[in-house]
């Protein structure tokens, strides 16, 4: 092996005792999730309702705390089916492990997707305000994604395809790495993944200035994923899937449908009526929000 500019030779797991032990990339993403949530939380309670209500109700935490808990099976549902899209000629073989999350992993692609809507529908049913805290969590979502590929530095999780290049990322610990061969040089994708997703936070600043943006009717969600896919796709030049469609490697396929599918939930949040004061029907003060 040549040796990498950027070489980390730490142990990524963390011994609380003679029998227990927890990996650090595990510490620090649950980190970064209570961070988000608090993010979350926070921006929720500064996304006041439309209309002249006095005062003007806000998002109350304990319906995130029931989005949250509907979003993990669409994050697991997705998350699976993303990875077996990605290595589909070996599910294809070999079909009854699919089901078999043991055998192989998840993908966030798809992960991200199925958890916003399994949460938008969990949110429905408890009647929390869903166009709203899909305004809210735009921010937050982004710093996850970032954050959490920042994280995977910690593991070597989401190492790219060898290169030779002064930037080249090796681990030479003890491990357990998350990347096969992680002791080869290598791109630093996590790295770069973070990197976008961070300009992505910066232009959906940017474009929060635009008024189908700024009114709070979810289209900051649309907006938010769909900068997110384009940062990704970009980076998955860099990994080690092999190509599937065409110069595109499967999940670059899958972002392009995503990103498809944003720009076209922007359309319709563009051509959705605004509400007005007028339109808004005025409340109560302890009248309980629907």
């Given at each position: 092996m040549g040796p990498a500019v950027i070489s980390f030779a730490f142990d990524p797991v963390l011994k609380l005792g003679d029998t227990a032990s927890v990996r650090i990339e595990t510490f620090a993403l649950a980190v970064v999730l209570f961070v988000g949530i608090a993010m979350a939380a926070?921006?929720?309670?500064?996304?006041?309702?439309?209309?002249?209500?006095?005062?003007?109700?806000?998002?109350?935490?304990?319906d995130l705390i029931f989005i949250i808990v509907g979003a993990v099976p669409g994050a697991l549902i997705g998350g699976r089916l993303g990875y077996v899209a990605a290595h589909l000629d070996y599910y294809t073989a070999n079909p009854s492990l699919i089901l078999d999350p043991g055998k192989g992993g998840f993908e966030l692609t798809l992960a991200v997707p199925f958890?916003?809507?399994?949460?938008a529908i969990i949110a429905r049913l408890v009647g929390a305000p869903v166009v709203r805290w899909m305004?809210?969590?735009?921010?937050?979502?982004l710093f996850v994604l970032a954050a959490g590929k920042l994280v995977g530095v910690?593991?070597?999780?989401?190492?790219?395809?060898?290169?030779?290049?002064?930037?080249?990322?090796?681990?030479?610990?003890?491990?357990?790495?998350?990347?096969?061969?992680?002791?080869v040089p290598s791109h630093p994708a996590q790295l770069y993944e973070a990197g976008l997703v961070l300009v992505a936070i910066v232009l959906l600043v940017v474009v929060s200035r635009w008024?189908?943006?700024?009114?709070?009717?979810?289209?900051?969600?649309?907006?938010?994923?769909?900068?997110?896919?384009i940062a990704r796709f970009a980076v998955a030049f860099t990994?080690?899937?092999?190509?599937?469609?065409?110069?595109?490697?499967?999940?670059?396929?899958?972002?392009?449908g995503l990103f498809v599918v944003c720009v076209i939930g922007l359309v319709e949040r563009r051509r959705a009526p605004?509400?007005?004061?007028?339109?808004?029907?005025?409340?109560?003060?302890?009248?309980?929000?629907?």
């Open positions: 926070r921006i929720g309670r500064l996304t006041p309702a439309v209309g002249p209500y006095v005062p003007a109700p806000t998002l109350r935490p304990d958890a916003i809507l399994t949460g305004h809210a969590i735009a921010f937050p979502l910690l593991g070597a999780n989401g190492q790219g395809s060898p290169i030779d290049l002064p930037w080249a990322t090796a681990y030479t610990g003890p491990g357990p790495w998350d990347s096969l061969g992680a002791d008024e189908v943006i700024r009114r709070r009717d979810g289209a900051a969600l649309f907006a938010a994923v769909g900068l997110w896919a990994w080690r899937d092999p190509v599937a469609v065409g110069p595109l490697r499967m999940e670059q396929a899958l972002l392009v605004i509400i007005t004061f007028e339109d808004a029907e005025v409340v109560d003060e302890d009248e309980p929000e629907a």
